[in-house]
């Protein structure tokens, strides 16, 4: 599914219902959308992906899967993460230490 290059044009009936009420998820999409086309990606080209190309669709495909059709199952790409310093971490703290 992920790299499925048909994915988007496969769900537009339920892509269509869900952004006609909610116009953050038709902004998100097309967002997604203008982020693929300025990559050069076509969705509909006859020849087989290259591999960049192929990133790009797996790209596009997790951006409106996590955005426009499940929101909230992913935090947001601002969200806070987590992270453990160098020096907290058992392993990278005696490999960097002098």
Not at 29 to 53: H, I, K, M, R, W
Not at 56 to 69: D, G, H, P, T
């Amino acid at each position: 599914m992920m790299s499925d290059p048909g994915f988007s044009s496969d769900t537009t009936e339920l892509r269509n219902t869900l952004i006609k009420t909610d116009l953050e998820r038709q902004r998100l999409f097309q967002s997604a959308s203008q982020q693929l086309a300025a990559s050069g990606v076509e969705l509909n080209q006859q020849n087989p992906p290259t591999l960049y190309q192929k990133i790009m669709i797996q790209k596009f495909n997790a951006e409106i899967l996590s955005r426009v059709y499940y929101p909230g199952i992913s935090p947001p790409p601002s969200a806070p993460t987590m992270s453990i310093p160098i020096s907290g971490h058992p392993i990278l703290a005696r490999r960097l230490s002098p």
